[in-house]
């Protein structure tokens, strides 16, 4: 499971970041899929691997512009580039009535149906042949969600020993039981998959946190999981000085919460726009590294724009070399 | 009166073009007009002088999304940086409810007053201290306009032989004269500004147009203006084969009328995703350049992403150096 990060910035762009969006890759060569879709998120696709028309289904955390509107123009370009294949929106309902008002207001028509769903329904879950979605609320100044991306179909382990034992020769069988489909032979004998099949590993599990200032909420979430991207706003001193009212999380907070939880790898994002990258700025993303640091044991990224991320089947994650661009 | 250009891709942004914004600069220092806003435009005044905190006024040519889904981002940036000056947004109805509709459905409010005026009125006429606007419309598949700024208020010269003549002594009346103001001497004499002073120049005029497939409609609006900023989407080979659904521009079309009506420069923007500014690539904008140039003999550019330009007062149009960056 890969995943880029298209924008770090929180509420308005700098010459460094993009607001936010994140495509995570996982399933069917080129398949991917986009959580929040802030303004020219588009424009970051075009220095990627990545192209909205295998684009599978974009998911919206919350409602703010800087998480929503680059939605317009994305759906768009890849009406212009001629999808045809459905997309999915899942998004809190507002933002269905958002795009809606933005198409019909710019006499925009999509080539492609987009199939809307509740993001904020009760019994919101989703997926496809490759992962399974769920959402967890947070809280925020609005509603805001974290989706969990799980794996799903994880491939088998063929039981060798056992199908010897039984007679079953190598042949197609074998690829029929290693794909989970069971396996009628002509003298009527049903070999079962699950009975010569394993699977060896655990499902790989990601959460991508939306904005939100009480990461203990994800505490049943994170149980299982093995990332955990999750905005840093600020550092504490500063979030101290702002106060409260933006309800966003200082790098102390979700730090000292991933500690806790024991989640393996943390990945903090969504930084301040006076944050930056230069090290002889002030104030400098450094501090809000060196808070998180000090907090938490496990492996610790601090995002960057157009940065990549693998999620390898051993459960370590490493960062991936760019793309030639 | 300096423009830049923040976008000249039409319909999608490429690498190294963004879809349609103008800035435009004129009047105090550092106060500027922006003419449509397609998504990233406020991405890319991180990248020359503009600040949204000295932005004027807003100008929609017309309704599409490349031409106005960055309006969103770029009002909501501005209340982020805490603006309180109104803002004029000049524009066709449907884009006032898209701005409203994507600020409700975000839950944003503005730190500052949106003064919408409808572009399409039968008297729209706007101007401010430094400037004064036009609207003349379009062809295009929506209602489209094209805004000419004329500069207002310009430098008097004082009739020094006039004053002396008259024994007004060079002291405070001669600097009220020159700001157009008339003045009463102690002894009750009245001097006129317009008496002791004259203007020795033609105000400047630049003509924006919106997308459109027919030039021929500015040749009214073009007769004393000294600069044309029109769409060139296509050379006019790939226009025959496009055919006249989208409603664009040929180079050539634009060319021959520009010749015609004797306007004495030319910029030419809104080229379609397909021609690259490499050399070695096809197709290539110096096809559409090669047309241009073959039919029009005045001062020709084709724009470039936060390439600047001045009309100076002698009336002629030369590009300025970027601002480092």
Partial sequence: MDFTFLGTSAGTPTKA???????????????????????????????TRHSV??????FITHVHGDHTFGLPGLLTSASMLGRTEPLFLVAPRPVKT???????????SLSYELKYIDSEADEFYWEDDAV????????????SRAFTFTEKNLERQLLKDRLEADGVEPGPAWGELQQGRDVVLENGTVLRSDQYTAITRQPRKIVVGGDNDNPELLEATCQDAHVLIHEATYTQEVADRVGAWPQHSSAAQVARFAEAVGIPNLVLTHFSSRYQLSRDAYPHIGEVEAEATGLYR????????????????DLTLRPEPAPGD
């Fill in 17 to 47: 970041r993009n607001v936010t969006g994140l495509a995570l890759m996982h399933g069917k060569p080129k398949h991917w899929y986009l959580i929040d879709c802030g303004e020219g998120t588009q424009h970051q696709l075009l220095h």
């Fill in 53 to 58: 028309m295998q684009l599978q289904a974009i």
């Fill in 98 to 108: 958002f795009v809606e008002t933005a198409l019909g207001n710019s006499d925009s």
């Fill in 132 to 143: 399974e979605v769920m959402a967890t609320p947070l809280s925020h100044r609005v509603s």
């Fill in 298 to 313: 496990g492996t610790l990224y601090l995002a960057r724009d157009l940065h990549s991320y693998r999620l390898h089947k």
